[in-house]
């Protein structure tokens, strides 16, 4: 069976074609000055995110960075903080042959993150959500959103070569949760205890597939850029009640025995994030069409955070302050490959999408879902 590079292959199935180069649009992303560490990640991320975007359609982009190395980046955080500064850096990005600017903001208050993507004259996105493991799919939904009003512009040309452009995800969910309640043994009358446990732990591959920017040649394989995530969020909670005895038992003495109530809960939350360009490998059976893609893996190490309290769990007559301890520590996680595949559809050979889910939640379910398109330069007008 011969297999070959998937993306040639089809690339080479294409009719023939000259392509005639518009000149790209050039993009400057700029960011606004951030309030806290977590807005400033928040804010990075998304700037990522859209430079990642607009590269897939080659268009061609103009970071912060580039601005700060030419202004220094104490005279550009300077001038981002006033709107009269931000006017002389969105002169800077048009000597620098930028057609359109977008800014990004972000800011951390009371525990809530609010950031934003907005495009002079254009459109814009904002959105405001809980600090936490969250923060990137709220990205990703921004800069979705943000994207789909982007690509109705005509006039964001792009000056690179077909190439496939797309992106693919593999993640394994697992949930379970249990309930049990009932009298305690031997505890008498009016004694019950009740336990509540709940786990839910989520790991996730994305790989979106990039593009070297307009005459930066090509690879082979293609490279992606390799997000992996886990969360993983357990909790248990027990209560207990039951006659306890409490002193000495005696004529003329009190009833020693009293009905006591203790109570323990441990909550455990384990989440992280990391990235990195990886190759993407896919390959394919030139006589079938059938596909298969071969994504890396990334390693994570994860911030895990236990929380302990304790009310009278040992069913004492003196119960003590409730008591609350938190430990804090480091966890090791492997990434494993995402490895799955499809046939191609000869209505549609410019579209790979398919999706296969094993599995289900309380054992683990794995969903592999996957959608790559052909991107095709605009020709001048």
Known sequence: MRRTCFLLVLLGLLPGKAWEM????????????????????????LGIRLAEYL?????????????????????????????????????????LG??????????????????SASMKNGPSESRTIPSGPGELDAVDSLVEEFAGELSSWSDLDSGCEPHWSGVITFTLEQKNDSEKSGPV????????????ESSHMEEKTEA???TLPPGGGDTNPPMARL?????????????????????????????????VHGAYSDVTDDHGTTS???????????????????????????????????????????PEEEKSVVTKSEKYHAGGRVTAGGKVDPEHPKILSGQKVIGDLENGRYTWTWNLRLVEPKSKK
């Open 55 to 95: 590269q897939r359609l080659c268009v061609s982009t103009i970071r912060t960075e580039d601005l700060s190395g030419i202004l220094g980046w104490g005279k550009y955080q300077e001038l981002a903080g006033t709107n009269d500064g931000q006017w002389a850096i969105e002169a800077a990005t048009e000597s």
């Open 185 to 196: 043994a031997g505890g008498g009358e009016g004694s019950h205890y009740a336990i509540r």
């Open 227 to 259: 997000t992996y995530a886990y969360h993983e969020h357990d909790e248990v909670e027990f209560h207990k009640t039951q006659k306890v005895k409490c002193g000495p038992a005696g004529v003329g003495l009190p009833d020693p025995w009293r009905v």
């Open 22 to 45: 518009a000149p790209p649009t050039k993009v400057a992303i700029l960011q606004k000055n951030f309030n806290s560490v977590e807005a400033r990640a928040v804010g990075f991320a």
């Open 276 to 318: 990195s360009r990886k190759p993407v490998n896919i390959v394919s059976d030139s006589s079938t069409g059938e596909y298969t893609f071969d994504v890396g893996t990334l390693d994570l190490t994860t911030k895990r955070t236990e929380t302990y309290i304790d009310a009278n769990s040992n069913l004492s007559c003196t």
């Open 208 to 210: 979106v597939l990039l």
């Open 98 to 115: 930028a057609q359109y600017v977008i800014w990004i903001s972000a800011s951390e208050d009371n525990g809530e993150i609010s950031f």
